[in-house]
């Protein structure tokens, strides 16, 4: 690949090549600078610019003006308002920016030229970042709530990746939960976190280890850990109550029975007089 160049060039068109070209309606053409190419392509390593040139060709008999501009990719253009004369090719250069943390591998842009009655034609781009593979990930912020495990899978590779989980949870009385390794549906890019949920069936009473173990192709592994306590609150609560009740009633009753204890103390002795026969 070239130096960026910031330069406009126009060339006279003597003989239309059989190169690929995408043609709008009126006639005029876009394609690959060069002749040949399908697409346009670049390849390098992150933080690098690229360059290529693509052609808008006016075989007609009349100038025509075309806006450009690129999606998909980074694509900055030597003039994205470009004025074609009649029989006439334009070649514009313009540079791919790959940025500093791109991820190895293959992306598709498209770069795409609009006339002023609205007439657009397209060229594909293919870009290929260079660069070490890794299969790197990490399992965050697990938790438990009520029927769900909620956990964040985080991308941090350079490669796409398709995790696989297992679940395993052990209580008081051995193991609660053990999920085998299956392949989520989700494809989680080079950076990317995602926010999951797993169900499962929460005990009513119990004191849960919970673990989680996630892998991906390429070695890409991890593992979290997290406790549970669940008690049935509405049961203790009841529980509570009745003993509160209880223990309000036990109160009453041994209160009015000291009451009638003390009454019963306070009153005077009875006299009675004996007979025993004698006369007055």
Request: proline residues 9%; positive net charge.
């Amino acid at each position: 690949m070239l130096s960026t160049a910031r330069v406009l060039c126009l060339s006279l068109l003597a003989v239309l090549t059989a190169a690929p070209t995408a043609t709008a309606a009126d006639g005029w053409s876009l394609a690959p600078a060069g002749g040949g190419r399908p697409a346009c392509y670049a390849e390098g390593e992150p933080g690098t610019t690229l360059q290529d040139t693509v052609s808008v060709t006016n075989p007609t008999t009349r100038p025509v003006t075309v806006r450009l501009r690129g999606t998909g990719v980074p694509i900055t253009f030597a003039a994205t308002a470009v004025r074609v004369p009649a029989r006439t090719r334009a070649d514009i250069p313009f540079t791919v920016n790959v940025p500093a943390t791109a991820a190895p591998g293959d992306r598709t842009g498209t770069i795409a030229a609009r006339d002023t009655d609205g007439r657009e034609a397209t060229v594909r781009l293919q870009l290929r970042v260079n660069g070490p593979e890794l299969s790197a990930l990490t399992v965050e912020h697990l938790a438990v709530h009520g029927d769900r495990i909620t956990y964040d899978l985080v991308n941090r590779g350079t490669t796409p990746l398709t995790p696989s989980l297992a679940v395993h949870a052990t209580g008081l009385l051995g193991a609660r939960l053990d999920r085998a390794p299956r392949t989520l549906p989700v494809q989680l890019p080079p950076g990317r976190r995602l926010k999951l949920t797993e169900p499962w069936h929460r005990p009513a009473l119990d004191a849960v280890d919970l673990r989680l173990t996630v892998t991906a192709p390429g070695g890409a592994h991890d593992t979290a850990e997290t406790s549970a306590r669940f008690v049935p609150w509405g049961a203790v609560a009841a529980t509570a109550g009745a003993l509160t009740a209880g223990g309000a009633l036990f109160l009453v009753r041994r209160r009015r029975r000291r009451r009638d204890d003390d009454g019963r103390a306070a009153e005077p002795p009875r006299t009675e007089a004996e007979l025993t026969g004698a006369v007055m």
